[in-house]
């Protein structure tokens, strides 16, 4: 039998944990799902894009990677323009549609240079 690990949770370095949170459910349409000030050095805030099993944390005092390092995450969604329109409708900016053979891609950054990727699968026919 082999152990099953799931992916349930990516830290996100951010500068300002109060832009990034306001940009991440505000501008994206993550969820919010826990917002905790542990002490003066750590607080703790987890966000749930829609429809996923894994969720980001932002915060202080959660990670020593720089802000806007985390270059490349990706999520899949079902329809690449309604994610663009949707995303272009809340204000984010976002890049053109990238069609390749593998997919469809979308891109986009945080306030602090944190890189995301859109993809939708191509139709396997």
Known sequence: MTVQM???LVF???SDVD???AFYTDTIGFNADHDQQVNDELRFVQLTPPG???????????TEMTPGS???LQMV?????????ELLGRGAEVSEIDVQPW?????????DGNTWVLQQFPDRG
């Open 77 to 85: 969604v079902s329809d690449i323009e309604e994610a663009r329109d």
């Open 70 to 72: 985390l270059k490349g």
């Open 12 to 14: 996100v370095p951010v």
């Open 19 to 21: 832009r990034a949170k």
């Open 103 to 111: 997919g469809s891609f979308v891109s986009f950054s945080d306030p």
């Open 6 to 8: 799931k992916l349930e």
């Open 52 to 62: 996923s099993t894994c969720s980001i944390a932002i915060g202080t005092g959660l």
